[in-house]
């Protein structure tokens, strides 16, 4: 398995991806800056990172959607190809129609950065095979645009095609609004692809991917991953 | 010739405007208790290259749809002049 974490300016969660991913997997991770126009070979899981790339100028995620090497990510995840976005890499994905829906301003008007619980709501993913149906994990949240939108009808497709991954929870698994930090609608903290091979979360996996950052609830969705590719 | 085009662009009616709320609040705290709501937007201004006002009216529109406006949340108006 080669994972291939594309740089953008402005990213800053690069180094702790390709840290987390390799000392939990063993496997070769690649940095690619995004005016590549092609993947490393052999790539089998491309991640966008955290950070605040371009400044989060127009709109979180806009001008990256728009560099050179994402119609290369684009085929990627069209050829059945795992892409994994983080925070603002989420933000990304939404923005290049990856992934439906948009995100706003975290409702209570701060930037918010904490740990945070999120229930598994499928673990059929590639990414999140190795968690239990709605296991409740431990990731941290660092953003100010979290806050997960889609007009209601469409969100109510997104719900029906089972495409919620995550959601903010209590410590015992309960959705409800109190357990929301930024607004996010229904709770949403993580969706993926129709076709399941892309997935977006606001929550970071590689913050908690090791004792010393508090948790090692992420290292599962590494070795998910991993898992996924090397059977194929 | 050079057309000198304005942009307005800003959330849809209905989508949470948290900055808009914001404002509102420092607003209302400063003492304007007038203040019934408050919707915070964008400006861009383009200075664009074409033959007619029409055609720069419609190039900037194409960049609206393509990077400068995100339908799913967002409404833009466009005003061309010619550039001064």
Redesign the interface.
């Known amino acids: 398995m080669i994972t291939s974490v594309i740089i953008f300016p402005g990213s800053n969660c690069d180094r702790d991806v390709i840290h987390a991913i390799s000392e939990n997997t063993g496997t070769k991770v690649e940095s690619v800056w995004h005016k590549e126009r092609v993947l490393p070979e052999g790539t089998g899981l491309v991640v966008l990172p955290g950070g605040f790339s371009y400044g989060d100028y127009?709109?979180c995620g806009?001008?990256s959607a728009?560099s050179p090497i994402i119609d290369a990510v684009k085929e990627h995840a069209l050829n059945e190809g795992l892409v994994l976005g983080i925070c603002n890499g989420f933000q990304v994905l939404l923005?290049t129609g990856l992934l439906p829906?948009?995100v706003?301003?975290?409702?209570t008007?701060t930037f918010i950065c904490k740990k945070c619980y999120l229930r598994v709501e499928r673990n059929d993913t590639p990414f999140t095979k190795g968690y239990k149906k709605e296991q409740v994990v431990q990731f941290p949240i660092a953003h100010n645009d979290g806050?997960y939108?889609?007009?209601p009808e469409k969100l109510e497709n997104l719900e029906k095609n089972g495409q919620v991954v995550f959601r903010y929870c209590s410590e015992s698994g309960k959705t409800d609004p109190e357990f929301n930090p930024n607004?996010a609608l229904n709770n949403i903290a993580g969706i993926t692809s129709r076709s399941g091979n892309v997935l977006g979360l606001m929550p970071h996996p590689e913050r908690a991917s090791e004792d010393i950052l508090g948790g090692k609830d992420g290292v599962i969705m590494w070795r998910s991953i991993q898992r996924w590719i090397e059977r194929e | 010739m050079i057309f000198h085009v304005k942009i307005l662009v800003y959330l849809k009616e209905g989508v949470l405007d948290t900055q808009g709320k914001a404002v509102a609040k420092a607003l209302v705290n400063a003492g304007h208790d007038e203040l019934v709501n408050t919707r915070v937007g964008k400006y861009i201004q383009l200075w664009i290259n074409a033959g007619t006002q029409e055609e720069a009216y419609t190039k900037a529109e194409v960049m609206c749809d393509e990077i400068l406006v995100n339908e799913l949340i967002e409404d833009f108006d466009i005003e061309v002049e010619h550039s001064k």
């Open positions: 127009l709109r806009a001008l728009r923005e829906g948009a706003l301003t975290n409702k008007l806050l939108f889609l007009p607004g």
